[in-house]
């Protein structure tokens, strides 16, 4: 519905559909972690989680039942605002960003023109939240961790926007709906196919932008032994695990309306597709988590400024003047 | 420069006391010289040349004062030779460290300094490597009065194929000592009296160690503290 | 320019194939024995070493072979054995033996000159205090002959004995070799 | 000043209390420049093997200076062996490295028995070969897991454990332990191998040359993994030289030394097998060697399988717990899976070897770390921490 000329009833609408989305992510936060843990289980020739309740799926439940009673431990002469803030912070703002995603013909939160740049401005919200975290916790860890997160955030925005822009040059609007409009029913025709390039340059900056597997640097394990969340514990630490899972979310949303083809399916549209479809996109990123190891700090930018930037600007210049010569 | 004959006249050069021939079947060891405390560093200096790394210091405490050996062996064909170092003042054993030419020794000597309190002056950061460095404790591995043997009556470094003046482990006089190698008959009555000796002497110091000062002074040369060696004897 | 560009391809051809690799592990049959629903083969843990148990006597089973000779209490490096010599003949009176010290070298089974102890191989023994690893093997040897006497058949192995409910404490004959 | 003013003879220790964090960062920052930050690696940190504790002077993320802090795992071995019998300190070889026991047992043993002038029968060498390469094996899975983690890839480490699993059957089906076995007594083997021993080893090297082939698509060809070792943590032959490090580090340097070939013990000169060594110097050198002597030792224990003769796997008298080594002095070496493992026993002929020393190649080798690791990245340093194959409790003993 427009922005503009909001009314009572668009008001129940939006509230119900704020609603709606914080279920979504809670419960896409218990599935996403008993697939990645049952992925991993399985890649690894092992069963993953099996004995709470019928094959382990109640695993996730009680994990966060624990995170839920465990004891909130502040180290001392920490920020206390921030080293609370930080947590809130990197949670709640992507509850907007589910709004403009049109899950069906008809189920689209918000109506907005320009929706892909209110996704694209919130998204560096949870990159502010990584740097209050490690900075607030007086952990030198954390320090060490929010140093990478900024620095990796910021990198990995510019390619991704760039990606974006080349399908919204082909589609000539950036109103999503209108993007998944312009895909076909068949696979063959949705901008995976006209845009390969396009495609592959946002699937490296969804894992990068994520902080997923290869370049899970901020949280290296290895290095650092937990990064900006060494010292969070309890709700502080499940906060930020659900806003990593629901940031794949939203990424994995976002990739399936843009390039393949939301809501439109071969046999009957509905948001069942676009589930589908997302879920194929993060299953693929644990599959890269559990697969390879993890690149060091001047590689991750390197990688960013020295290849993804170029390529994707030729990308954009290439598909501006096919736009331009072919005349959409 | 690689057969035991050419390394035993560079020893004479450096200023060796002795150098003895270990039997090389029972010891492993192809030569060992001895050295005194002064020309180790120009011993080492010569075998570092000589392309030898240094494996392992081993130091272990005897009635005539503290052995210290260096085991060093040639990563290009093999050749293990020990230099030998004895310490005879316990109150303040001095050696003269080897971490300028072999940076590796420094470990070897802070684990012998932690286990027998051999200094080794000139190692640039002599701290307690394995034991804690905070609350030192007197060093674990000397041997008590009773059980510490004599170098010369084990005859363990085998005949000596030059021998200067300076050098007193020559092998003790065969009187006392039926064959080299047999455990000779003055030990047995000490290691048949051990067992009872040692409890007594044994509680009183360990019990006693750590709080009275002057306790500790008189048996911090032969402090055997109970926490390292476990209680001994049926 | 083109090296660089080749050798990027050639690294994502790379990373390509390590993908597959885990793909087709995904769906490789798993590897772990779950514990409770499948249990070790026996057959695997024939030389496992568990806690020590006494062998049962040659003509009478729950008589033990041992003659309170001191032999492995003196050889333990543990010190975890103490034999009391009883009334009757060579026979021990008591035979205590502390698992919690235990090192499991083998040194009590092989200097045994009547070669009265031997590993049991019991894997899923689980205790909930330090006292009760120490075991008198005495009542030990009598509780597992009274629950599987092998009778008069002297070396018949007792796989038919094996309990599958409680941890199945391997009654079987002593294995081959001393 | 405490009483025992002797062990303190340069009045470096400052009374404890007066100073910030524990003696040893302390002692670490009185040296430290301006505008660095001193960081604590470990002892609890996921990177280290077991208990290491590494003191890290960083600028930005490089590493300026760097010391390992050791000790948090030491049992004192030594000191142990002087309470107890020649016979009854063999479980310790066992514990002193659990992953690479059977080294060490070998170089225990074969050091009172070259004392005491023991021979040990046919089969209990080939038996010896045998369960020593096996091992070696089995600790070379454990590393490369290990260091693959450390890098950041999960799966490796399952899949590395997933054939040490039938590694540790085989073992334990000759040595009656998994992990710390206990398995050579003087003049032989514990116990000899029955006929399921030796099938589950012939069933075992083709399967473990199919997984090696997994092994090098999965991991050794990554780029990603090559980016990250190749041309990091050079250690050349003079250095190696200068702090005693030997094994695949050595190796990693260009120096073909291997015990082994070097000083020819047992019966390793009957097998043909090369010794793989890689002049690159980096921690991609180290990698490839390691990977390359498990080839290597699938082929010595193929060849030792085939060839292993009927006998007894113990000699007749062979010495019984209450054995006294005969007084006198011994060094013996033995290639361990992280290189040379000696042990200097001295003995006076009593009822315990009078001295035993243990020379752990991790305590040499990890000495270089500090020079290695000087100007690198913190991601570079953990790396070559990982690529010297450190095994904490063998370095404190």
Known sequence: MELSNISISGLIILVIACLLVIALMVVNAIVMVYAERKGAGFIQRRPGPYEVGPWGTLQPVVDSMKLLGKQIFVPSNVDFFLFFAAPVLAFFPVLLLFLPIPFGPFLTALKVPDGIVLILAFAGFGLLANLLAGYASNNKYGVLGAGRAVSQGVAYEIPMILALLAVVFQTGSMNLSEIVEAQGRWPWSWNILCQPLAFFIYLVTLVAETNRAPFDLPEGESELTAGFHTEYSGMGFALFFLAEYANMLLVSFVCATFFLGGYKGPVL????????????????????????PRVRFDQLLNINWKWLLPLSILNLWITAVVVNFIGK | MSTPEAWRDAFKEAGALAVTRPDPAKSGLALSAHMPAGSLVAAAEKLKAGGFSLL????????????????????????????????????????????????????????????????????????????????????????????????????FLGEAEWASDGWELAPAPPETKPAAGAKPAAEKPAAGA?????????????????????EAEKTAAGAKPAEAGKEEGK | MITAIWDQLKGLYSLIVGMIVTGRYFFAPQKTVHYPRKVVDPEDLAAYRGPLELTRGKDDESRTRCISCQMCAKGCPGNCIKVVKGT?????????????????????????????????????????????????????????VAANPLKPAPDVPAAAGQKAADAPSAGAAKNGEV | MSNFSFLNPFGVLDEPGTYMGDFYSHNFSKKAKEGTVILNLGPQHPSTHGVLRVLVELYGEYVMRSEPVLGYLHRSHEKMAEHKTAYGFLPNMGRVDYLNAIGWNWAYAASCEQLAGIQVPERAEYLRVISAELNRISSHLVWWGAFVLDLGAFTPILYAFDDREDLCDILQRVTGSRLTMNYFRFGGVGADGDERFFRLIREFIPRMRERLKMYRALVTDNVILRRRLEGIG???????????????????????????????????????????????????GRYW?????????????????????????????????AWKIPAGESVFSVEGARGEISVHVISDGGKSPYRVKLRAPGFSNLALFAEAAEGTLLADAIATLGSLDLVIPEIDR
Not at chain 2, 194 to 214: D, L, N, Q, R, S
């Open chain 3, 88 to 144: 009757e003949g060579k026979l021990p009176s008591t035979w205590v033996y502390d698992f919690s010290l235990c090192c499991l070298c083998g040194a009590c089974v092989e200097v045994c000159p009547a070669s009265a102890i031997d590993f049991s191989h019991r894997l899923y023994l689980v205790v909930t205090s330090r006292e009760e690893l120490v075991m008198d093997l005495l009542a030990d040897l009598k509780e597992r």
């Open chain 1, 269 to 292: 549209d509905g948001f069942w597709w676009t589930f589908i479809k997302a879920y194929l996109v993060m299953m693929f990123i644990v599959w890269i988590r559990w697969t390879f």
């Open chain 2, 56 to 155: 392992f210091i081993t130091t272990a405490d005897f009635t005539e004062g503290f052995l210290v050996t260096y085991v060093f062996d040639s990563f290009t064909e093999h050749l293990r030779m020990a230099l030998r170092v004895l310490v005879k003042d316990k109150s303040c054993p001095e050696v003269p460290s080897l971490a300028h030419v072999y940076q590796g020794a420094e470990w070897h000597e802070r684990e012998s300094y932690d286990f027998y309190g051999v200094i080794f002056t000139g190692n640039p950061n002599l701290v307690p490597i394995l034991l804690p460095g905070d609350d030192p404790i007197p060093p674990p591995h000397r041997k008590g009065p009773d059980v510490i043997a004599s170098i010369r009556k084990l005859g």
């Open chain 4, 289 to 321: 060697v390691r990977v390359e002597e498990i080839e290597q030792s699938l082929r010595i224990v193929e060849q030792a399988v085939a060839q292993i003769p009927e006998g007894k796997h113990i000699v007749d008298k062979a010495p019984k717990p």
């Open chain 4, 234 to 284: 050079s250690m050349d032959a003079d250095m190696c030289l200068r702090y005693g490090a030997t094994g695949p580090i050595l190796r990693a340097a260009g120096v073909r030394r291997d015990v082994r070939k070097a000083i020819p013990y047992g019966i390793y000169d009957r097998f043909d097998y090369e010794i793989p060594v890689a002049d690159r110097c980096d921690n991609f």
């Open chain 2, 194 to 214: 051990k067992p009872e000796a040692k409890p007594e002497t044994e509680k009183p110091a360990a019990g006693a160690k750590p709080e009275a000062k002057p």
